[in-house]
């Protein structure tokens, strides 16, 4: 394999996690993907200058963090591996009982299992995947506060938590990321927790920073999803939905056009432009999206471009929840 390229680098946390200005979500839609075709983009993306990789253990269950182990086992020191914890998954067989599940004993050995299937001894970036009400805060910070001076884990990290969450675990062991949706058809997050965020020195990491694909400006009304593509069951995917939503990439591709770009690198860059401290992590199935989205970094937006993009953004009124109901009870906790 070549040597790798460079990419510019961003921290999260005031414990200083170092990694390339854009990650690689691997989650992935609908159906497995090809297993050597899936490793082969991950490869790609090492070679292109990513180092920074974001899994689940509820990704499969299991499949996705065996992929990413086996792809990134030979760049092992070269790259910061994420994962997440917080679903109720038998840590054996990968059943899902459904809900969430972050007890402090069942935590431990989900860890002994995320360790194995990603072929590596410790885990950058521990994320808590949902927060549990059944579980009080502290006891989770605590746990993998007990897992980083194990060696097992390097930093503690938080998804789709509210602010009371995240200086609750804040408190009792530094949490270097939040992981939440934010795009800039999703841009909750600046009202209440991207100051808290700033206020602690806590990083912030967006998935769906291309709205679940829909901001590349590749899905219309005409679009299918399998059923197994979780974005058949978002009701901003909704037929009527993409319809009247696909206003908003329209104006984004115009913009776009005059900058020699695409929607894609736009919403990227733009995010990129709100705080030093925040690192998208888009994720694709195909070579020339993953190109086309490190592109970004290279894309030049000014003060006046980001203000117009923020305009047509906060003016558009998006249809449809960015997730199903039970999962929207879930977020923000």
């Known amino acids: 394999m ?11 946390g005031a414990d200083s996690l170092v990694v390339s200005a854009l990650g690689f979500g691997c989650m992935g839609y609908g159906q497995p993907p090809d297993k050597q075709g899936l490793i082969s983009l991950i490869r790609a993306a090492v070679e292109h200058g ?14 996705n ?7 990134l086992a030979p760049f092992r020191d070269e790259v910061v591996i994420a ?47 949902r927060v549990d009400p059944a579980v009080p805060m502290e006891d989770v910070a605590g746990t993998v506060k007990d897992l980083i001076g194990q060696g097992k884990v390097k930093h503690f990290g938080l998804s789709e938590a509210g602010t009371q969450s995240i200086r609750r675990a804040h408190a009792v062991h530094p949490v270097a990321a939040l992981q939440s949706e934010y795009s800039l058809w999703t841009r909750e997050p600046e009202h209440d927790v991207m100051p808290v965020l700033e206020e602690l020195g806590i990083g912030f990491v967006p998935f769906s920073p291309l709205g679940k694909g829909f901001l590349a400006g590749k899905i219309d009304e005409t679009t299918t999803f399998d059923t197994a593509d979780f974005r058949s069951r978002i009701p901003r995917f909704a037929e009527d939905a993409r319809k009247a939503n696909r206003a908003l990439v329209d104006r984004l591709s115009a913009i776009a056009a005059r900058k020699r770009a695409t929607p894609a690198q736009i919403a990227l860059a733009w995010l990129l432009a709100q705080k030093p401290w925040i690192v998208p992590i888009p994720g694709t199935r195909k070579r020339e999206r993953l190109e086309d989205n490190l592109a970004s970094l290279s894309l030049q937006l000014s003060a006046e471009d980001v203000q117009e993009i923020d305009a047509v953004s906060t003016a558009f009124k998006v249809r449809g929840e960015r997730y199903p109901e039970e999962f929207m009870k879930l977020s923000g906790r």
């Open 2 to 12: 070549p040597k790798a390229l460079e990419l510019p680098k961003r921290t999260l």
């Open 83 to 129: 994962t997440k914890f917080g679903w109720d998954i038998d840590p054996e067989t990968g059943k899902h009982h459904g809900g969430v599940n972050s007890r402090p004993d069942h935590v431990g050995v989900v860890v002994d299992g995320m360790l194995r299937r990603l072929r590596t001894d410790r885990i950058d970036l521990l994320y808590q995947h």
């Open 65 to 71: 963090e065996e992929i990413v182990g086996e792809a």
């Open 50 to 63: 990513v180092t920074f990789f974001d899994t689940a253990e509820s990704y499969g269950p299991f499949r």
